[in-house]
């Protein structure tokens, strides 16, 4: 696949979906006012795995064939305006959704410690008030030390509005890996050290204590950290349900399933009673 022909073909095809303009007056300045928190080599990684996860476009053969889901992508940078959308008028991705790791020593383990995480916890970014719930974390190939959260723009009722950064707290609560890559969940005692327990063990014991408050722990910019030099860890905050007043019973009820079911999919997470909204 030559990368510089595929980024032309997607670009040219966005572009005359989304600012009417013809394939050929394609460069990548006008691709630079769409990601300006992009450097050219970070999009093309970004291009380059959304092709190789088949979200935008795919090959048969040598031929490149844009998915439903790429032209649905256009459709969803354009927006609900009527008629064409400048080039200018679109907004760069949000700044923090992109992770800075630069003081992290193994970049490389930290990236692929977090990736696993994508499909159980979800990410949270204080400055739009969103909470996303079906996301990739892209890793950029030229190693800039930066990770790029993605929400999945084929799902809008995944990506929840209106989360007042006041409902979202820091709990001193950390996953880490032991030495066989086994999840655990540190929590500080009263003497200064931490407990260690199996993680969907330690996430039932942090809700019993919580009583019928449910316990529903989502990440942030910053909450990739290391505990030592090799040794990542995460980093937890926490929903609060009752600091939601701007989200009707209906999506309250939804925020909190979506967080509960992953949990309790994939860490082995009892829920607490469902009509609790502490």
Request: aromatic share 8%; charged share 20%; with cysteine.
């Amino acid at each position: 696949m030559n990368l510089g022909n595929t980024e032309k073909e997607i670009l040219g095809f966005l572009f005359e979906r989304i600012g009417k303009q013809p394939k050929g007056s394609f460069s990548m300045r006008h691709l630079h006012t769409r990601f300006a928190e992009l450097s050219k080599a970070q999009f093309a990684d970004v291009c380059e795995q959304l092709i190789a996860q088949e979200l935008v476009a795919n090959f048969i053969g040598d031929q490149l064939s844009f998915t439903t889901e790429g032209r649905e992508i256009a459709a969803a940078l354009a927006g609900t305006q009527a008629g064409p959308v400048a080039l200018d008028q679109t907004p760069p991705l949000n700044e923090d959704l992109i992770w800075d790791l630069s003081n992290i020593v193994d970049y490389a383990k930290a990236s692929t410690f977090v990736r696993q995480f994508r499909n159980s916890l979800c990410v949270y970014c204080g400055p739009v008030q969103q909470l996303y719930s079906n996301y990739d974390i892209l890793v950029p190939q030229d190693n800039e030390r930066k990770l790029t959260i993605l929400p999945n723009p084929r799902v809008d009722h995944d990506t929840y509005n209106f989360i007042s950064p006041d409902a979202v707290i820091p709990t001193r609560l950390f996953i880490a890996p032991d030495e066989r890559g086994e999840l655990l969940l540190m929590m500080p005692v009263n003497d200064g050290s931490w407990r260690k327990v199996p993680l969907g063990a330690g996430l039932n014991m942090v809700q019993s204590k919580l009583g019928n408050s449910p316990f529903l722990p989502v990440l942030t910019k910053g909450d990739l950290r290391e505990q030592s030099p090799s040794h990542p860890v995460l980093h937890l905050h926490r929903i609060l349900l009752h600091k939601l007043p701007h989200r009707s019973a209906m999506d309250v009820r939804s925020i909190r399933r979506v967080i509960q079911n992953n949990l309790a999919e994939h860490f082995g997470y009892v829920p607490v009673n469902n009509s609790a909204v502490a």
